[in-house]
Nanobody, 119 residues
Framework: QVQLVESGGGLAQPGGSLRLSCAAS????????MNWYLQAPGKERELVAG???????RYAASVKGRFTISRDNAKNTVYLQMNNLKPEDTAVYYC?????????????WGQGTQVTVSS
């Protein structure tokens, strides 16, 4: 069984920073892509940033230059460094990863972590 557990959310002031972490655990054989999504109240979930197995990255236009995604393959962990936060970044942030076990390749989601940007 594979699990993704996020941490690092909370309250930040505009212009502040937060660092989200997402650790994968379980019977993992390989981790392919790792993504961060956000879902604001009343809106659909949208991609914030993604990182491939080779380290290639992509970002939503709204966060480019402010957020940085990285991964530690030895720890099966993906990070999202969020700088210069804005009130519109307020949302629940979800970790998503494509993970292979010995018998399956599936898409997994974490439970989400709340990020609130407010003065």
């Amino acid at each position: 069984q594979v699990q993704l557990v996020e941490s690092g959310g909370g309250l930040a002031q505009p212009g502040g920073s937060l660092r989200l972490s997402c650790a994968a655990s379980g019977s993992i054989f390989s981790i392919h892509f790792m993504n961060w999504y956000l879902q604001a109240p009343g809106k659909e979930r949208e991609l914030v940033a993604g990182i491939g197995s080779t380290g290639s990255t992509r970002y939503a236009a709204s966060v480019k230059g402010r957020f940085t995604i990285s991964r530690d393959n030895a720890k099966n962990t993906v990070y999202l460094q969020m700088n210069n936060l804005k009130p519109e970044d307020t949302a629940v942030y979800y970790c998503n990863a494509g993970i292979g076990t010995l018998t399956t390749l599936n898409d997994y989601w974490g439970q989400g972590t709340q990020v609130t940007v407010s003065s």
